[in-house]
């Protein structure tokens, strides 16, 4: 096979993964250990994240007309993506809780939902609750007035009824 094939099956790959992807993260993951590295794949693996590393100038070649062309700027140096298909901030999450433990990686830039952000972009969305965590303290916030409304119905009732 030519080496051009070769190549355009990579770039393929690279767009069908940014077809389904809601975010994408660009990591710098010189220095991991292999034990860090697994550790890492297992956390984004576990949560739905594909975790790759592709070489810039498939990565350049594959983003163009996408969402994720702002990423072209970043891709310098050793990359590592991480693609999220179903929550956004999955991947950034996941990626600067390790970061914390792990001073050899690095973020470099990502786009989620069709924005980019920089390195200090991209930690400030990952501290950012996810979408479940985020809807349940949403109904928390609302189950707890009801409730006390509920009561106050409930001994109003009570009392009628003792009334009678």
Do not use: C, W
């Not at 949560?47 to 990565?59: H, I, L, P, R, W």
């Not at 400030?124 to 609302?142: N, Q, R, T």
Request: net charge neutral; no cysteine.
């Amino acid at each position: 096979m030519a080496k051009i094939e070769q190549k355009q099956i990579v770039v393929n790959e690279i767009k069908e993964k940014l077809e389904k992807a809601v975010s994408v993260v660009l990591v710098d993951s010189r220095g991991l250990t292999v034990e860090e590295d697994t550790t890492l794949r297992k956390q984004l693996r576990d949560a739905g994240v594909d975790y790759k590393v592709y070489k810039n100038t498939m990565v350049h070649f594959a983003i163009q007309g996408t969402q994720f062309e702002g990423l072209d700027a970043y891709l310098s140096g050793p990359s590592a993506f991480a693609f999220s298909y179903e929550d956004a901030t999955a991947a950034a999450a996941i990626l600067n809780k390790i970061a914390k433990d792990v001073k050899a990686l690095e973020f470099k830039a990502g786009v989620i939902e069709g924005t980019v952000y920089d390195a200090a972009g991209m930690k400030l969305v990952a501290d950012i609750p996810s979408k479940e965590v985020l809807l349940s303290k949403l109904l928390g916030s609302f189950k707890s007035p009801l409730s006390s409304f509920a009561r106050v119905i409930d001994q109003i009732a009570k009392k009628d009824a003792a009334a009678e």
